[in-house]
């Protein structure tokens, strides 16, 4: 135990210790996202859950890709009121050009890389903070910047300036944390309700990923990515299982 700091400096891996260590809820920086970004750290949770399924199919490091999912967002606690996740009702983008809101989005990986390196986060942590949304770009904000520029006859704008600061997932942790965080987002913003649903539309964001070459460098295999489908299918079959109605039993006969 006395060793285990050197080793993890030299051989930049972190140990289970650790791992479980920065895992409890009195953790400051999952603290602050819990009171700050309550939504954010209730989408976290669910794309731990995800990423550890996933991981443990694959033969991952299933610890590593849940406790790294905790804090994969912690770069929202600058701006959380610009996520939607987070929003009550009032949406803080409707006051600001597409340009604007874009650099907000994308600064949550650079904001997060800082943050966990002040907080002394492990180095696998922070690959996977930094690199979980690889070089893609907002595709909301982009297509609005588009109109924009429409409106205002200039030409479109370049995609580069819209894309995140990051690089592409370098190992199979970095890459399953990427695609539990797309399909959780994407799965609650539709509003999916059953799991073959689910399934088609992992499909459908994962093949997305994949034509982008996010994945280039994940070292996963095509094997691999089925058995994520199958493990995040079977996550939201849990999710989505139909339960028994209880009586009312105060309900007067």
Do not use: W
Not at 29 to 52: C, E, R, W, Y
Not at 89 to 107: K, Q, Y
Not at 148 to 171: C, H, M, R, V, W
Not at 202 to 219: F, M, N
């Amino acid at each position: 135990v006395g060793l285990m700091p050197i080793f993890e400096l030299i051989s930049n891996t972190v140990s289970p210790i650790k791992l479980i260590d920065l895992s409890q809820p009195s953790q400051p920086l999952l603290k602050q996202l819990f009171i700050k970004a309550p939504g954010t750290s209730q989408h976290s949770m669910m794309v731990a859950n995800l990423a550890d399924s996933a991981a443990d199919a694959v033969g991952a490091d299933a610890l590593l890709c849940k406790v790294s999912a905790y804090f994969h967002d912690i770069g929202k606690l600058e701006h959380p009121e610009y996520f939607t996740e987070n929003q009550d009702g009032v949406n803080p983008h409707d006051l600001i050009s597409a340009t604007e809101s874009t650099a907000i989005i994308t600064s949550h990986t650079v904001d997060g890389v800082a943050l966990a390196k002040k907080n002394k986060l492990p180095a696998a942590i922070i690959d996977i903070i930094s690199e979980h949304h690889g070089n893609s770009y907002p595709q909301y904000f982009y297509n609005k910047a588009v109109e924009e520029a429409k409106l205002k006859g200039l030409p479109a704008p370049n995609i580069k300036d819209f894309s995140y600061k990051g690089n592409i997932p370098q190992t199979k942790e970095s890459a399953i944390v990427m695609l539990a965080d797309t399909c959780e987002a994407a799965i609650k913003s539709m509003k999916i309700t059953n799991s073959t649903d689910a399934e088609v539309q992992i499909r459908r964001l994962i093949k997305a990923k994949i034509d982008h070459d996010q994945l280039r460098d994940s070292h996963l295999s095509f094997e691999d990515i089925e058995k994520i489908i199958e493990a995040f299918t079977h996550v939201y079959a849990g999710l989505f299982h139909e339960r028994i109605s209880y009586q009312n039993e105060n309900k007067p006969k």
